[in-house]
């Protein structure tokens, strides 16, 4: 039951262009959406989030956009460069028992940007 | 310098020798979880602590083992692996997982786990 999901496990763009990074949710719950971005042979770090009260919020070249009527949430990043070579997991928080949070995440999707 | 340790990086076993991954953190986090990553699945929860002597499963909790005997420890216990937990395995920590701080969840290297 993958409650995030990201339909493309990767994605190639020209440095400079536009990267446009999708992920959906099927849980209603979910209040809170982070995305996060992964070198090899490293962790996870975190880049941008966003709020369910929001539909936008930017940070330099990163903008996320979340449509709840959708349950869709989309992270652009323009101009793209090539650092930005990465797998990117899209997650959401919501609370479950206890009134601890939970962060689930999405399968990835692999970034490459060609010079 | 902030961060979290994992160890070892990289183990090779064999089926039914027991492991352990430790991890730990130098931010006094409250907050302190096991993942694995694995092609086409993602980040899965194993097992998550929201303190000292508290900890749940997650949501592939089956085969693993966890304690938090102190704030800053989280290791990962694997009492009789098998090949279906080779995979790669991530520890995090954050702040508060009540308050909205797991935006600065904090994540460790990995340990790239393969079982015989």
């Known amino acids: 039951d993958q409650q995030v999901k990201q339909n493309s496990p990767s994605l190639s763009v020209q440095e400079g262009r536009i990267s446009i990074l999708n992920c959906d949710y099927t849980?209603?719950?979910?209040?809170?959406f982070l995305w996060y971005k992964k070198y090899p042979a490293e962790g996870p770090t975190f880049l941008i989030s966003i709020s369910s009260i929001k539909d936008k919020n930017e940070d330099g070249r990163f903008t996320v956009f979340l449509n709840k009527s959708a349950k869709h949430l989309s992270l652009h990043i323009v101009p793209s460069q090539p650092g930005d070579s990465a797998v990117y997991f899209c997650?959401?928080?919501?609370?479950?028992?206890?009134?601890?949070?939970?962060?689930?995440f999405g399968q990835g999707t692999r970034l490459t940007i060609n010079p | 310098e902030a961060q979290v340790t994992q160890n070892p990086r990289y183990l090779i076993t064999v089926t039914g020798k027991k492991l352990t991954v430790t991890c730990s953190q130098n931010?006094?986090?409250?907050?302190m979880s096991w993942y694995r990553q694995d092609p086409g699945l993602g980040l899965r929860q194993i097992y998550y602590s929201m303190n000292v002597e508290v900890t749940d499963k997650g949501d592939v909790p089956e085969g693993y083992k966890v304690s938090r005997k102190e704030k800053r420890n989280f290791p990962l216990i694997l009492e009789s692996p098998s090949p279906n937990q080779t995979s790669l395995y991530f520890c995090?920590?954050?702040?508060?997982?009540?308050?909205?701080?797991?935006?600065?969840?904090?994540f460790g290297p990995g340990t790239r786990l393969t079982v015989l």
């Open positions: 995090a920590s954050s702040p508060s997982i009540r308050g909205r701080s797991t935006d600065t969840q904090y």
């Open positions: 931010m006094n986090h409250e907050y």
């Open positions: 849980n209603s719950m979910f209040d809170y």
């Open positions: 997650a959401a928080i919501g609370v479950i028992i206890q009134g601890a949070q939970k962060l689930v």
